[in-house]
Nanobody, 128 residues
Framework: QLQLVESGGGWVQPGGSLKLSCAAS????????IAWFRQAPGKEREGVSC????????NYIDDVKARFTISRDRALNTVYLQMNSLKPEETAVYYC?????????????????????WGQGIQVTVSS
């Protein structure tokens, strides 16, 4: 059974950077698309970025394009989200999730129901 564990969250000042990791166990991620969602207090969970099973075609919502980069390391069975120029409004719990599908959905439209396995989430706080 696929299990996902996020790490790398924490506190950062506005304009700073964090790199989140999503380590998978229980199965190889070779046939899974992996995505990151986030949920701010009082708001719905929203999609942020996705990477397809073959590591191509990264997908981002408009708000994070040019600032966030998603990548995967097959040897480590891990997916990363590099986040630069972070903004206070991006304070949220960030979740890693997986779906057994080849291509990513459009993350600006994708709902959490499109993904099957979820990590426990990790807090990211952007504050001065």
């Amino acid at each position: 059974q696929l299990q996902l564990v996020e790490s790398g969250g924490g506190w950062v000042q506005p304009g700073g950077s964090l790199k989140l990791s999503c380590a998978a166990s229980g199965t190889d991620l070779d046939y899974y698309t992996i995505a990151w969602f986030r949920q701010a207090p009082g708001k719905e969970r929203e999609g942020v970025s996705c990477i397809s099973a073959n590591g191509r075609h990264p997908n981002y919502i408009d708000d994070v394009k040019a600032r966030f980069t998603i990548s995967r390391d097959r040897a480590l069975n891990t997916v990363y989200l590099q986040m630069n120029s972070l903004k206070p409004e991006e304070t949220a719990v960030y979740y890693c999730t997986a779906a057994r599908r080849f291509l990513c959905p459009d993350m600006s439209l994708a709902g959490p129901n499109l993904f099957d396995s979820w990590g426990q989430g990790i807090q990211v706080t952007v504050s001065s």
